[in-house]
């Protein structure tokens, strides 16, 4: 055991503290299903994860690995870019998401060449801010080593620093003495209302 965690198991921890059961939450690269395990065990049977992938492999995949944890009920997976998130989540979810994740980059064990790309990434990042609920968290990990991973890096980073601090709270977290292959976890918090006017 470490006390310091890795960049994935940290996001795992705080996503899993942000949600209750019976709460919204959206995982926008569903992948091979990993953290809409997470996502899923941890809203309970009332909730409800919004998953969106771009590859029929990793949707295949990530239904595989939800089914076998009987988990396939609690998720509504759609085969679309994470840009287009507004097309399908319920207009009523605006402001009552309680946790999303963005986990960047390729889909392990596929074609290394599709990748998330920053214009798609910071569009569905700007269309999913208005989903947030108060207390909402948003979780995007970000890897350097594949071609296109550092400059997508560096616009997530810029983007994270231009969010509004008195609506949002932005961390990073990330082992700083890993010379190559940089991984970045950025954490935002969407502030209620009491916290936004102490802030101001
Ligand atoms: N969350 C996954 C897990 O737990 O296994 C890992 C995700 S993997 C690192 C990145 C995923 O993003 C790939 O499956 C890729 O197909 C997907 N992706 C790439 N561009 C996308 C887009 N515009 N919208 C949604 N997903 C996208």
């Known amino acids: 055991m470490t006390y310091l965690p890795d960049f994935l198991d940290f996001s795992a921890s705080i996503l899993h503290q942000a949600l209750r059961p019976g709460d919204l939450a959206v995982d926008a690269t569903l992948g091979n299903g990993r953290d809409a395990v997470l996502l899923a065990e941890s809203v309970g049977q009332a909730g409800k994860v919004f998953c969106f992938d771009i590859q029929e492999v990793a949707i295949h995949r990530a239904r595989e690995?939800?089914?076998?944890?009987?988990?396939?009920?609690?998720?509504?997976?759609?085969?679309?870019?994470?840009?287009?998130?507004?097309?399908?989540?319920?207009?009523?979810?605006?402001?009552?998401?309680?946790?999303?994740?963005?986990?960047?980059?390729?889909?392990?064990?596929?074609?290394?060449?599709?990748?998330?790309?920053?214009?798609?990434?910071?569009?569905?990042?700007?269309?999913?801010?208005?989903?947030?609920?108060?207390?909402?968290?948003?979780?995007?990990?970000?890897?350097?080593?594949h071609p296109g991973g550092q400059a997508e890096g560096e616009a997530i980073a810029a983007w994270c620093g231009s969010l509004a601090p008195t609506i949002w709270r932005v961390a990073r977290y990330e082992q700083v003495n890993k010379p190559v292959n940089r991984e970045v976890l950025y954490l935002l918090e969407r502030l209620g209302e009491k916290q936004a006017s102490a802030k101001c």
């Open 65 to 145: 690995r939800l089914a076998a944890a009987g988990l396939l009920e609690r998720v509504q997976i759609f085969r679309a870019g994470h840009e287009r998130l507004t097309e399908h989540l319920p207009p009523e979810s605006q402001g009552h998401v309680r946790a999303a994740t963005f986990n960047l980059g390729f889909l392990p064990g596929s074609d290394r060449r599709i990748i998330t790309r920053p214009e798609t990434t910071l569009a569905a990042l700007a269309v999913l801010l208005p989903f947030m609920a108060p207390g909402g968290i948003v979780s995007i990990a970000v890897y350097t080593g």
